[in-house]
Every structure is written in C-alpha cells, then in structure tokens.
C-alpha cells in the first residue's frame, strides 16, 4: 500500500464500494427498477428514464484525452467542489485531523473541512507581496494531523497565480505525509500552464480543473480530480454512483467537439483582452483605489466605498461580489468579466 493509500483515514481503506448494478448497454434492462419510457420533454440522447452509467468510463476516457492524462488518473465530478468533499472526507478523521487554506481564498475547502468535523488553519496569504502563498509558514503550520493542503491558483478572489516551482517543491517536502491540492479553476485565464505536467513526477500533488468557468458548463456541474491512480482508486470508493447525470455527460460530450474547443480558446481570449480593458478604465476611477492584477475570469477591486459602489452597479442591474466579510478586504469587490456589453454597463454604473 503507498503513502497515499496509507495516510487515508482507516475506514475509507479498508471499504468494499458498492456494487451497482450491471452496465450493459444494448441488452434488455429490466435489473434496475427503471420505468421503460422517457419522461415528457426528455430530449437526451439516452433517455433520462435510464440511470446513467455508474462511473462513466467513457466520460472518463475522453476527460482523461482533453486534460492530456491516463485515464486512471482522472475521477469526473459533480463539480470540482464534489472532489474538494471527497478529498475532505476520505482524508481527515473528525476531530483528529487537519487542512490548510490560505485565505482570503474559496471558501469551499474551510467548509467542506469543517462539515466532516476537520480542524482549518489558516496560513494567510501575503498582501504585500501580492498575496503570494507564504511557502515557508504553510511548511512550518504542516504538522501531524495536516492531511490536506489547498492551493488555489490562479486564487480566488486575488487573481494571482503562485509560483509553479514553490508548489512543487512544497509537494516534495510534504511527501508521505500531506497532500497538496491544486485547484485550478482559472487556468485557463492565466499566463502559465496547468500543473498537471508535475503529476507523474510528484504523486502528493493533485490538481482540480473544472468545466464551470472557461467552458461555459457552470450548470452542468462537472469537474474533474487528476492526481496518483491510488488517490483516485480510493475516491471512487466514496463518490456516489451515478455523480454525473446523463445531461451532463451529454453536455460535456458537446463541448469536446474540435468547433467546440476552438470557441472556448476565442472567448476565453475576448475574456483576457476585456480583463484588460476593464482594469485599465477603473483603474483611472477616483473611486477606485486599487485594481489587483488578475489571471482569472474576475477582477479584484477596492473602492474607497466598496458599499456605495456596490449599490451603484445593483441600481444599474449588475450583480458584483461583496467581500466585506473576508479579513482585510473590506473595501473589496470582486468584478467577473462578462461580455464587452455588460462591462460597459459595470463602467458605466461607476462613472
Ligand atoms: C468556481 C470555483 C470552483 C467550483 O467549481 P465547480 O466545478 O463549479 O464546482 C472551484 N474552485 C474555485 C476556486 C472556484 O472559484
């Protein structure tokens, strides 16, 4: 068994999966209790009368092809927030164990954490070194009962990216025992590449990459965990069967095609030259105190009056996020990038 099997917490290593029913496509299905016709408007290609396949290999095989990774290193999720969960519960006793997050940052990881019963520590972020992941503190704060450490990058709501070399390094460090997970939401906004090129070399790092942001999938739910094949082998033991709805695989499916890969790359370059355009004219706000350089979808901005400037888009109908709540952002927004046109109504609201 390796470390990584091994630092997982004991009932999760020793569960027998459950045993869903056959998936046998073309035979005759009276062995799952489904009802033979389709529902009204049920337009799928399969038919939503039918369960889905339990763990969609085929799904899987093609995720695994677009990311550039062997299949058994790939577990599709409900999201990338199902996989931050399973990660969470398959790793962290209640009330023995421990994650790292660095805030201010998704807040996913210190809920999910504290949902399972799992201490947080935060190691926060460097604000003046433009919230850069304070490396040597996070190593320091990696004690026993840390079994997780979530890094976030291009991070939200900062925008920055952290140095891919530190990341692997503090992969190497925690190696037999931390796990370090990447999440990777934004990359495909950002200047450098994925870390996934690191997976076959450092098998404490994982990375997540969603379909949510730069494929337009955010409804569909799909995301996807890419680590070590003994990280994935032992979260499909805890993923629900049938995670992944028919819809889904059939939206996803969609949005793999060549045409449909070559819109993606085209808008998520309208979305980096809007970024541009967007933090230039507020930058030259009086309002406006500081645009944080982004390599996301979104744009981190502090006003002198984060409210009023809240208000003055909501009148105008744009909905921004307030971080008020997040420590020492309280004259921060965080501003999505939209289209040219909802930009230009965002702008205008703050003239
Ligand atoms: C939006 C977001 C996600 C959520 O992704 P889903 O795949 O939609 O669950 C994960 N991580 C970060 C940092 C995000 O901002």
Not at 58 to 79: I, N, S
Not at 222 to 238: E, F, M, N, S, T
């Amino acid at each position: 068994m390796s470390w990584l099997t091994e630092i997982a917490r004991p009932e999760i290593r020793t569960l027998r999966a459950y045993e869903h029913a056959l998936w046998e496509p073309g035979l005759v299905r009276l062995h799952a209790n489904e009802l033979p016709w389709r529902a009204h408007g049920d337009t799928s290609q399969a038919g939503l009368n039918r369960y889905p396949e339990p763990h969609p290999h085929a799904l899987t095989a093609a995720l695994a092809r677009f990311y550039g990774v062997e299949a058994p290193m790939l577990l599709a999720c409900r999201g990338s927030d199902e996989a931050i969960d399973l990660l969470i519960r398959s790793y962290c006793r209640a009330g023995a164990d421990a994650v790292i997050v660095c805030p201010p940052t998704f807040g996913m990881y210190a809920v999910a954490a504290r949902v399972q019963g799992a201490t947080v520590i935060e190691v926060p972020l460097r604000r003046e070194a433009g919230y850069d992941c304070d490396f040597e503190a996070v190593r320091a704060q990696c004690t026993g009962g840390v079994k997780l450490v979530f890094l976030c990058s291009p991070n939200n709501p900062t925008g920055n990216r952290f140095e891919p070399g530190a990341i692997v390094a503090l992969a190497r460090t925690l190696q037999g025992r931390a796990l370090v997970v990447v999440d990777e939401a934004y990359v495909e906004f950002a200047d450098g590449p994925s870390l996934i090129a690191q997976l076959a070399a450092q098998p404490g790092l994982i990375v997540l990459r969603t379909l949510s942001k730069a494929y337009a999938l955010a409804g569909a739910r799909c995301g996807v965990l890419i680590a070590h094949p003994d990280v994935v082998a032992l979260l499909r033991k805890v993923i629900q069967p049938y995670a992944v709805t028919q819809l889904t695989i059939e939206a996803v499916f969609n949005m793999l095609e060549p045409e449909a890969l070559d819109e993606a790359r085209a808008r998520c370059a309208t979305i980096r030259a809007e970024r541009a355009r967007v933090a230039a004219a507020l930058r030259e706000r009086d309002s406006v105190r500081q645009v944080w350089p982004s390599e996301a979808n979104f744009l981190l901005v502090e006003f002198d009056d984060a409210l009023s400037a809240l208000r003055r888009a909501h009148d105008a109908g744009v909905l921004v996020r307030d971080l008020h709540a997040a420590p020492g952002l309280t004259q921060a927004l965080r501003i999505s990038i939209g289209s040219p046109e909802h930009n230009d109504r965002l702008l205008a609201s703050l003239a």
